[in-house]
């Protein structure tokens, strides 16, 4: 079965953004502008910089997509979503929450829950709303 990839706009960032999430998770970064694409001659000469498409391969064969909005296209940032990470260990969980939230915005500080030993939600620096997990606790769920 297919694994779901999230896939974030950006509008003009998105190759600050991508650095800063490969550095921080430990990814292998791809990057593809505008310019480099087979649509470069169809693209507006002050959108050529921006990234078509981004890919960046996390350990456990996850994967973040992302792009700037095309040229002529509308940006509304990113809402509606959280991407949520489940570490084994809450030392490396919290380094990352930490990571994430320099230079963003803390919305439930890291700690304690019941499904997981530590837990907790930031907005990073680039508007990314983040769900971080640390040693996740079986909890009985209804189906």
């Known amino acids: 079965m297919p694994q ?3 896939y974030l706009a950006f509008d003009g960032n998105c190759a600050d953004a991508m650095r800063f999430y490969a550095k921080v998770l430990n990814g292998k970064l791809d990057m593809l502008t505008f310019g480099q694409s087979p649509m470069s001659a169809q693209t507006p000469k002050d959108a050529l910089n921006r990234i078509m498409h981004a890919r960046l391969a996390l350990e456990g064969n996850g994967s973040l ?12 940032g990113i809402h509606g979503v959280s991407i949520t990470l489940n570490y084994d260990a ?18 439930m500080a890291f700690g304690p829950t019941f499904w997981a030993k530590r837990f907790g ?16 606790i079986d909890v009985q769920m209804q189906s």
């Open 65 to 76: 997509y992302a792009g700037d909005c095309p040229p002529g296209m509308p940006f509304h």
């Open 4 to 6: 779901p990839i999230p």
């Open 121 to 136: 939600m930031v907005t990073d620096k680039f508007g990314c709303p983040w769900i971080i997990n640390g040693e996740m």
């Open 90 to 107: 809450v030392g490396t969980a919290e380094h990352v929450f930490n990571a994430l939230a320099d230079g963003g915005k803390v919305t």
